[in-house]
């Protein structure tokens, strides 16, 4: 989960093989049209935008930066949830796929 500035930043850089996990998922506290780079990510990646209320926005696929600057992957809608999975794992989710965000993560729980 790539839920602070640190860990947005880092994303998958580096990583040459996901092994036994399907993917990141990337959380902002407010809305954003922020995009994403390839800069140092070594397998090429598909990224899902979803909306503060979880319905898909947009699936881009993402090759590794091999110039510089790296280009930047942005949708012009404001997302506020994005899954980075390995290329082709999203082929054939539907465009009225929703991601059950559940409750604020950003909200603590009451002890």
Do not use: H
Request: a negative charge; proline letters at 11%; charged letters at 20%.
């Amino acid at each position: 989960m790539a839920d602070t500035p640190n860990r947005r930043s880092r994303g998958l850089m580096g990583v040459t093989d996901l092994g036994d996990l399907d993917g990141m998922v990337f959380l902002l506290p407010a809305p954003s049209t922020g995009g994403f780079w390839m800069k140092d990510t070594l397998i090429p990646l598909d990224v899902a935008f979803f909306a503060t209320d979880g319905s898909l926005l947009a699936v881009l696929t993402m090759e590794p930066c091999t110039s510089d600057p790296c280009p930047t992957y942005a949708i012009d809608e404001p997302w506020q949830w994005a899954i980075e999975v390995r290329a082709g794992d999203f082929d054939g989710l539907p465009p009225t796929a929703r991601l059950d965000v559940g409750r604020d993560p950003f909200v603590p729980l009451k002890s």
